[in-house]
């Protein structure tokens, strides 16, 4: 019997079951749940970097909403923030790539 020891989406467990095995879980406590929301999105990341696909882009999102809920926070408030930064830093499009700063 494989053991997987992370977190998975809510849907997961009945999935496994609807194929005929036995999923066993449990339910985290906040600060596990913060702790594996975090790992979750370091593994989702190195998924990305291995395919570049857009369901990983999406399995990434999707964590990062995760976490802004269970930090407290509201997508709306990351994405005011996301543009406050974007007006006054700027953005990726440019393609800027700094190789060095004088002094």
């Given amino acids: 019997m494989p053991s997987y020891n992370k977190l998975v989406c809510d849907r997961i467990p009945e999935i496994i079951e609807n194929s005929g095995k036995t999923a066993y879980t449990h339910i985290l406590n906040d600060d596990e ?19 570049k696909s857009i369901e990983e882009l999406a399995d990434m999102l999707e964590v990062m909403y995760a976490i802004v809920d269970a930090r407290g926070y509201s997508v709306s408030e990351l994405e005011k923030i996301r543009k406050e ?16 700063v004088d002094d």
């Fill in 33 to 51: 749940y913060i702790l594996e929301l975090d790992r979750k999105l370091n593994e989702e990341c190195a998924e990305y970097q291995a395919d």
């Fill in 85 to 100: 930064k974007a007006e006054k830093r700027g953005g990726f499009k440019n393609r800027i790539f700094l190789e060095k």
